[in-house]
């Protein structure tokens, strides 16, 4: 994960990006503007998950293999969503847990005591985008599944939630039988090159100084 931290706060924000995307998508358009920084400004604590195979977890080095195969790297949307978001989850009430004894005089409180009070004051606000949108519903349901604790999430924000289309046009399933089986033959991972989110932010910026093409693009994608 990465983080835009307010230690203080027991509101936390958990924002997960969508599909060939990164933490970028939350702090890309500046500290005026991204979402990331405006939560933070508010008093939130920012956590921003990134999936496997994104950098930098993609230089991950895992020993544990299955059938010959490194079960970091065998996963799909079920794993994550049955795991990740939960390890996500529970990472973010360690550290609040870590952080609060810290901060605070717990003399005379057992661990357990303060595990309970952080547990009663944290409350996570989750942001999800695309298929981060979509993993929140199927980790619920996991979680029920599993009788797992639902992590304190008191708020969901599902921006455009991907979904599965089983009636797409010739060139979709193109592309899908491509990522399936032809591109895991060459690469582990697929990724926006670094480079090209920085010329994006600067696109962006550059358009934001010409309030006709700023509409006119608004305008376009809408």
Not at 114 to 129: A, D, M, Q
Not at 139 to 155: A, E
Not at 176 to 188: E, H, I, V
Request: proline share 4%; aromatic share 16%; charged share 20%.
């Amino acid at each position: 994960m990465s983080r835009l931290p307010h230690k203080t706060s027991f509101n936390v924000v958990f924002c997960q990006h969508g599909i060939f995307d990164t933490v970028w998508t939350w702090l890309i358009h500046g500290m005026g503007e991204s979402l990331g920084f405006q939560a933070r400004d508010s008093g939130f604590d920012v956590f921003m998950g990134q999936y496997r195979g994104v950098y930098p977890r993609k230089l991950a080095k895992w020993k544990e293999e299955r059938d010959g195969k490194d079960s970091f790297w065998d996963y799909g949307i079920d794993h994550i969503a049955r795991w990740d978001i939960y390890g996500f989850l529970t990472k973010i009430f360690e550290i609040k847990v870590h952080e609060y004894k810290a901060a605070n005089n717990c003399e005379g409180m057992t661990d357990q005591q303060i595990r309970k009070f952080v547990r009663s004051k944290l409350k996570i606000t989750y942001i999800g985008h695309s298929l981060g949108g979509m993993i929140l519903p199927m980790y619920v349901v996991y979680s029920k599944l599993l009788k797992r604790p639902d992590h304190f999430l008191s708020k969901a924000i599902l921006l455009s939630p991907a979904g599965t289309h089983f009636h797409a046009n010739w060139v979709i399933k193109i592309i899908g039988q491509f990522f399936t089986y032809f591109a895991p033959l060459y690469t582990t991972n697929t990724h926006f090159p670094e480079y090209l989110l920085f010329g994006l932010q600067k696109l962006i910026n550059d358009t934001k100084k010409m309030p006709a093409v700023d509409d006119l693009i608004n305008y376009l994608c809408h």
